[in-house]
């Protein structure tokens, strides 16, 4: 756990420094280590992505605090860089809480958020939120449970997503913080209406991305986190349709030469010649 406990403080510091850290969601241990790549400082595995790259379903409460727990640690084994890791809706009341607290620490996750939405989310049906009182409830529990001081514990409403009711997203934010969470959540805020609630929120805060922001309309706004939660997903699903859609098309694998050109550097990264030269060194090979 020796990384986990340093990616912990890692995280904890560049919350301090002030600026708006940008987290892209992965999807699977190799999404995770492209980001990585890229240069981002964090990366975010939610049970949007765990669902659908996971189990190709749809994210409507199917995913278990098992399957969940045991997919982020599929990334954070992947990375070196901080992971922030969905825990919905904690998956239990306050009085068993501490279980999925224990099972994402010894994931080796940085994190996880915890969120009031008990039912309908994704769905066109009846959203119902936990109380405020049931979440801070659970936000205490979460704290008491976790056994390293540096896991954040992030409490989530989903107010103003699911009924548009932005005074009682800042409403249920302040009391979380006020409970101890460590940052809030507020999904589906738009960032251009949080810049003109920011100064009436407690504590740092970690929004999700809305289409047709930029970055920079996100720092201007006041975010400290933006998971960028579906980016990778994304990606994936469009590089992957387009690329079978012509390979369907021509009948010619060549036509598609961004999947052709690629395997060597694919292999490389992947780690088929740090093997080969674990073989040499030890008379493998």
């Keep these: 756990m020796r990384k986990a406990e340093s990616s912990r403080k890692t995280l904890r510091s560049m919350l301090e420094s002030g600026k708006t850290i940008v987290v892209p969601g992965a999807y699977d241990p190799i999404s995770a280590m492209l980001v990585e790549r890229a240069g981002f400082q964090a ?101 008491e449970a976790r056994e390293d001081d540096n896991f954040l514990i992030i409490a989530r409403t989903d107010a103003a997503w699911a009924f548009n009711d932005v005074d009682e ?25 949080l810049a003109g609630l920011r100064s009436r929120i407690k504590g740092k805060i970690m929004i999700t991305d809305t289409p047709g922001r930029s970055v920079a309309t996100e720092e201007k706004a006041g975010a400290d986190v933006v998971l960028y939660y579906g980016f990778s997903l994304y990606a994936a699903y469009h590089g992957v349709k387009a690329a079978l859609d012509t390979f369907m098309r021509t009948r010619n694998a060549e036509d598609v030469v961004e999947v052709r050109g690629c395997i060597t550097e694919f292999e490389n990264f992947i780690g088929y010649q740090a093997f080969s030269d674990r073989a040499k060194k030890y008379g493998l090979a």
Excluded at 169 to 191: E, I, K
């Design 43 to 143: 990366v975010y595995i939610g049970s949007y992505a765990t669902a659908a790259a996971g189990f190709g379903m749809p994210d409507v409460g199917l995913v278990t605090m098992d399957e969940m727990a045991a997919y982020a640690k599929t990334i954070a084994d992947a990375v070196n860089i901080p992971v922030i890791a969905d825990g919905e809706n904690g998956w239990n009341n306050a009085a068993n809480i501490w279980r999925t607290i224990r099972s994402f620490e010894q994931a080796g996750v940085c994190g996880i958020h915890i969120e009031d939405h008990e039912f309908g989310k994704h769905a066109p049906v009846p959203q119902v939120l936990a109380s405020s009182e049931q979440m801070v409830q659970k936000i205490r529990a979460s704290l």
């Design 169 to 193: 997203a800042v409403s249920r934010m302040n009391a979380f913080t006020d409970a101890g969470a460590d940052m809030v959540m507020a999904a589906g805020l738009d960032p251009a209406v």
